[in-house]
């Protein structure tokens, strides 16, 4: 997976356009006003809140062994 870096490339264009197709905006892979309306990011508007998802903790290999404190 891509970072979220704020930087616009193919994954950010990607992003665009599936949001702009899911939303019925035109499909530009641009961050244009129809976009920045949609997504509340025009002066006086509210963005959305943002959550990232959440990672399920992977349990370990299991430990064999007894512990000694030092």
Same mark, same amino acid.
């Given at each position: 997976?891509?970072?979220?870096?704020? @930087?616009? &490339?193919?994954?950010?264009?990607?992003? $665009?356009? %599936?949001? +702009?197709?899911?939303?019925?905006?035109? @499909?530009? &892979?641009?961050?244009?006003?129809?976009? $920045?309306? %949609?997504? +509340?990011?025009?002066?006086?508007?509210?963005?959305?809140?943002?959550?990232?998802?959440?990672?399920?903790?992977?349990?370990?290999?299991?430990?064999?062994?007894?512990?000694?404190?030092?």
């Amino acid at each position: 997976h891509d970072e979220i870096n704020g @930087v616009y &490339g193919p994954a950010m264009e990607f992003s $665009l356009r %599936a949001y +702009q197709s899911r939303t019925r905006l035109p @499909v530009t &892979g641009r961050l244009d006003l129809e976009t $920045l309306a %949609a997504l +509340q990011l025009l002066p006086g508007g509210r963005a959305p809140m943002f959550y990232p998802p959440r990672r399920r903790a992977r349990p370990g290999p299991p430990v064999r062994g007894e512990w000694v404190p030092e």
